[in-house]
């Protein structure tokens, strides 16, 4: 299955909505701009049924070169985490029943 690009999420919702893909690109646009604002402050950013976008700090650690087998220090570092929702995890991949 090919990769899904922005132009596909946009006709998609397009579609779904019927709307034009102008107003589909201004909605899914402005999803974007919240996550990125909404993932800089302390609650993070959350897309009910999908997911949490959250900004954490990454500890100092040591590595290895992977090409030459040295070790390395890894300076510690800001990341964004994404954290599936339960509901999404289900819908994806069912729960097993024992």
């Known amino acids: ?17 019927d709307i ?19 993932a800089k402050s302390v609650d ?10 959250i900004k954490t700090k990454r500890k100092a650690r040591t590595g290895r070169n992977p090409a030459t087998g040295e070790t390395i220090k890894i300076k ?3 990341i964004v985490k994404f954290r ?4 999404c995890q289900e819908g994806i991949v ?3 029943k024992k």
């Open 1 to 17: 299955m090919a990769a899904v690009t922005k132009s596909d999420i946009i006709a998609k919702i397009a579609t779904d909505a």
């Open 20 to 38: 034009t893909k102008v107003q589909a690109k201004a909605a899914y646009e402005s999803i974007v701009a919240q996550a990125y604002k909404g």
């Open 44 to 53: 993070g950013f959350t897309l009910p049924g999908l997911g949490k976008l």
């Open 76 to 78: 510690a570092k800001t």
């Open 84 to 87: 599936v929702a339960k509901a």
């Open 94 to 96: 069912p729960v097993k």
